[in-house]
């Protein structure tokens, strides 16, 4: 029998874990043979099972069972995208490059390593020097002192030509929302131009990261699954009754700033009420998200959602909470919840020549007040050459933003830094009553953003055990049926045709019945045991003679009746990984047992 000694999960460290990864084939560095390249890794057999049952799983809740769409962008896109995104100019680490043998750092990441502040990278770059300087930290490959050496931003974008010759400039995308955003004008057609509407995107991003570490949790290329969602943030409002009694740890910026702060124990609904989470959005899609987590593995005891503090959130964001785990004592970030606000879809307006807007049609038609301007072309036209058109734009917008600019005689523009004065009398400018049936909104964004591979690291971390089976120490993953990369082994007890062909009939029954299957007859039972156990593998299935046995009566009896052959009443071992408890079950109705089991309509110790 099996005497768990580390139930809670503890025995398991980033060294036990990267070794068993790579030895069982769930993810290890990439291109070893040529000596391998800092923050590329491969997954295996096994971690690229993980990984895709993650990604389904994660499909099946936020887009199927949400009702959103899905779609798959390309992951290079030309430089306009990013100029208008904000990640030319914002998308920056901390770099600090060591004088002496030219390593580079992350700035904020030496700070949280080596003195007590934990969230450097909210902190300004001279403040962060100021903490390098005050305690005297040094380079960690040579140990050269790095007080007094400039830290500077560093864009995380990977840059490439696209086409030859006079190539266009393009990145690849340190993020999959830009490929949704990029084409809100054809996909808000395919919503039928009604919000609320979400897309979603299951796929690489790519960022340049200055010091990669901790095998997959900091990677240059890495999976992101994320859901842009669409909103009016006039008129709608989520589903929180459905989430409100969801039990959440929260550590807000007011607690993170207070010298005594501390994780709040609350419910999504009280935290709305309270105001600890301003946006019910975000606070419907955190209520999503946490019993979402626990389905797939990850230890509640050791999952939080921490809100951003202000010099660290990103660019477009107005909030963004953080779903953390904690892995070796220190908590990293799984996903991020952001409000984008209509950021992102008002700047790929003002830099394209398409409309990220939704028309929104009044209950009843109003009668309204609208400045306009008809400018005297013939007069802009001599005057301003071939930026007459831009003066036209720039007049309406005017009209548009303050008529009172339009009372005196003249009204003045801005052109390419420029102040230029227009006779009013030659703008045409009117203010007229228009009866309009709608009008033109900005959709807001709430994103729920996903890091498949720190999700990965995260459950097989969860889901690392130590125990003892009979005198014997042994290494298992408490991995979720839902999840494992395996769910059934099948074993011949010893090499015999009989038993092997018995063996190879129940593995064809199972895959017909959907479920992932090995067929191992190597080593004895116990080593077959153990390999599975390690994996991850919920159930092992042993063929034995007394199956065969069984067989051999059955036929008998059947003969000597001289009536039809019975169905198979032929029973095998089935093992459970967790407990190592034993049952023989029918071979007959095994395939329907085993796909309940895993779909959680029966429990193995009620059969």
């Given at each position: 029998?099996?005497?768990?000694?580390?139930?809670?999960?503890?025995?398991?460290t980033?060294?036990?874990?990267v070794?068993?990864?790579?030895?069982?084939?769930?993810?290890?560095?990439?291109?070893?043979?040529?000596?391998?390249?800092g923050?590329f890794?491969?997954?295996?057999?096994?971690?690229?099972?993980?990984?895709?049952?993650?990604e389904?799983?994660?499909r099946?809740?936020?887009?199927?069972?949400?009702g959103?769409?899905?779609?798959?962008?390309?992951?290079i896109?030309?430089?306009?995208?990013?100029?208008?995104?904000?990640?030319?100019?914002?998308?920056?680490?901390?770099?600090?490059?060591?004088?002496?043998?030219?390593?580079?750092?992350?700035?904020?990441?030496?700070?949280?390593?080596?003195?007590?502040y934990?969230?450097?990278?909210?902190?300004?770059?001279?403040?962060v020097?100021?903490?390098?300087?005050?305690?005297?930290?040094?380079?960690?490959?040579?140990?050269?002192?790095?007080?007094?050496?400039?830290?500077?931003?560093?864009?995380?974008?990977?840059?490439?030509?696209?086409?030859?010759?006079?190539?266009?400039?393009?990145?690849?995308r340190?993020e999959?929302?830009?490929?949704?955003?990029?084409?809100f004008?054809?996909?808000?057609?395919?919503?039928?131009?009604?919000l609320?509407?979400?897309?979603t995107?299951?796929?690489?991003?790519?960022?340049?990261?200055?010091?990669?570490?901790?095998?997959?949790?900091r990677t240059?290329?890495?999976t992101q699954a994320?859901?842009?969602?669409?909103?009016d943030?006039?008129?709608?409002?989520?589903?929180?009754?459905?989430?409100?009694?969801?039990?959440v740890?929260?550590?807000?910026?007011?607690?993170q700033?207070?010298?005594?702060?501390?994780?709040?124990?609350?419910?999504i609904?009280?935290?709305?009420?309270?105001?600890?989470?301003?946006?019910?959005?975000?606070?419907?899609?955190l209520g999503?998200a946490?019993?979402w987590?626990?389905?797939?593995?990850?230890?509640?005891?050791?999952?939080?959602?921490r809100?951003?503090?202000?010099?660290?959130?990103?660019?477009?964001?107005?909030?963004?909470?953080?779903?953390?785990?904690e892995?070796d004592?220190?908590w990293?970030?799984?996903?991020?919840?952001?409000?984008?606000g209509?950021?992102?879809l008002?700047?790929h307006?003002?830099?394209?020549?398409?409309?990220f807007?939704?028309?929104?049609?009044?209950?009843e038609?109003?009668?309204?007040?609208?400045a306009?301007?008809?400018p005297?072309?013939?007069?802009?036209?001599?005057?301003?050459g071939?930026?007459a058109?831009?003066?036209?734009?720039?007049?309406?917008?005017?009209?548009a933003?303050?008529r009172?600019?339009f009372?005196?005689?003249?009204?003045?523009?801005d052109?390419?830094?420029?102040?230029?004065?227009?006779?009013?009398?030659?703008t045409?400018?009117?203010?007229?009553?228009q009866?309009?049936?709608?009008?033109h909104?900005?959709?807001?964004v709430?994103?729920?953003?996903?890091?498949?591979d720190?999700?990965?690291?995260?459950?097989?971390?969860?889901?690392?055990?130590e125990?003892?089976?009979?005198g014997?120490?042994?290494?298992?993953?408490?991995?979720?049926?839902?999840?494992?990369p395996?769910?059934?082994?099948?074993?011949p007890?010893?090499?015999?045709d009989?038993?092997?062909?018995?063996?190879n009939?129940?593995?064809?029954?199972l895959?017909?019945?959907?479920?992932?299957?090995?067929?191992?007859?190597?080593?004895?039972?116990g080593?077959?045991?153990r390999?599975?156990?390690e994996?991850?593998?919920?159930?092992?299935v042993?063929?034995?003679?007394?199956?065969?046995?069984?067989?051999?009566?059955?036929?008998?009896?059947?003969?000597?009746s001289?009536?039809?052959?019975?169905?198979?009443?032929?029973?095998?071992?089935?093992?459970?990984?967790?407990?190592?408890?034993?049952?023989?079950?029918?071979?007959?109705?095994?395939?329907?047992?085993?796909?309940?089991?895993?779909?959680?309509d029966?429990?193995?110790?009620?059969?």
């Amino acid at each position: 029998m099996s005497e768990d000694t580390a139930a809670d999960g503890d025995a398991a460290t980033s060294e036990k874990l990267v070794e068993l990864a790579k030895r069982r084939g769930y993810f290890f560095q990439s291109s070893g043979a040529y000596g391998g390249v800092g923050g590329f890794y491969t997954f295996g057999p096994q971690g690229a099972s993980l990984k895709g049952n993650l990604e389904d799983a994660w499909r099946d809740r936020f887009a199927v069972a949400e009702g959103n769409m899905e779609i798959d962008a390309p992951t290079i896109m030309h430089e306009p995208v990013f100029e208008a995104s904000g990640h030319l100019d914002g998308f920056d680490d901390m770099l600090i490059e060591c004088p002496e043998c030219g390593t580079s750092s992350r700035a904020d990441h030496l700070v949280e390593d080596n003195t007590e502040y934990e969230d450097a990278e909210s902190l300004p770059i001279p403040e962060v020097e100021e903490v390098i300087a005050e305690y005297e930290l040094s380079c960690p490959e040579c140990g050269a002192g790095l007080a007094g050496v400039a830290v500077e931003d560093f864009n995380l974008m990977f840059a490439t030509n696209i086409g030859p010759g006079d190539a266009q400039p393009g990145y690849l995308r340190p993020e999959t929302a830009q490929g949704i955003f990029v084409e809100f004008p054809r996909l808000k057609e395919y919503a039928r131009n009604q919000l609320p509407f979400g897309v979603t995107q299951i796929g690489r991003a790519y960022r340049n990261e200055i010091s990669p570490r901790r095998s997959i949790i900091r990677t240059r290329e890495f999976t992101q699954a994320e859901l842009e969602y669409f909103i009016d943030p006039e008129t709608d409002d989520p589903d929180l009754e459905s989430v409100a009694d969801v039990e959440v740890s929260l550590y807000p910026a007011s607690e993170q700033n207070a010298a005594d702060g501390d994780e709040i124990e609350t419910t999504i609904g009280d935290a709305v009420e309270e105001g600890i989470i301003s946006s019910p959005w975000v606070a419907y899609f955190l209520g999503v998200a946490k019993p979402w987590y626990e389905a797939v593995g990850v230890d509640m005891d050791r999952f939080r959602f921490r809100q951003h503090l202000s010099g660290e959130r990103a660019h477009y964001a107005s909030d963004c909470w953080d779903a953390e785990s904690e892995i070796d004592g220190n908590w990293i970030e799984m996903a991020g919840f952001a409000y984008r606000g209509d950021y992102d879809l008002s700047k790929h307006e003002e830099y394209s020549d398409d409309r990220f807007t939704i028309f929104k049609q009044y209950d009843e038609p109003k009668t309204v007040e609208r400045a306009t301007v008809d400018p005297d072309m013939s007069y802009l036209g001599p005057e301003f050459g071939g930026d007459a058109q831009a003066v036209v734009s720039e007049l309406e917008d005017l009209a548009a933003r303050d008529r009172s600019a339009f009372e005196g005689d003249s009204v003045e523009i801005d052109l390419e830094g420029e102040t230029h004065e227009i006779p009013v009398e030659k703008t045409g400018f009117a203010v007229e009553e228009q009866t309009e049936a709608g009008e033109h909104i900005t959709p807001h964004v709430v994103e729920p953003s996903f890091g498949v591979d720190r999700l990965v690291y995260t459950v097989l971390h969860h889901a690392y055990r130590e125990d003892e089976v009979d005198g014997e120490e042994r290494t298992y993953l408490d991995l979720e049926p839902e999840v494992a990369p395996t769910f059934v082994g099948v074993f011949p007890l010893q090499s015999d045709d009989e038993l092997e062909a018995q063996a190879n009939d129940i593995v064809a029954d199972l895959r017909a019945e959907g479920l992932s299957v090995t067929y191992d007859d190597s080593g004895n039972i116990g080593r077959r045991y153990r390999r599975q156990d390690e994996v991850g593998t919920p159930f092992c299935v042993t063929v034995d003679y007394e199956t065969i046995e069984e067989r051999e009566a059955q036929r008998a009896s059947d003969s000597a009746s001289g009536d039809e052959p019975r169905a198979d009443e032929t029973t095998v071992t089935v093992r459970e990984r967790d407990t190592t408890n034993q049952k023989r079950l029918p071979v007959d109705d095994l395939a329907e047992t085993l796909a309940a089991i895993r779909e959680g309509d029966l429990e193995f110790e009620s059969l």
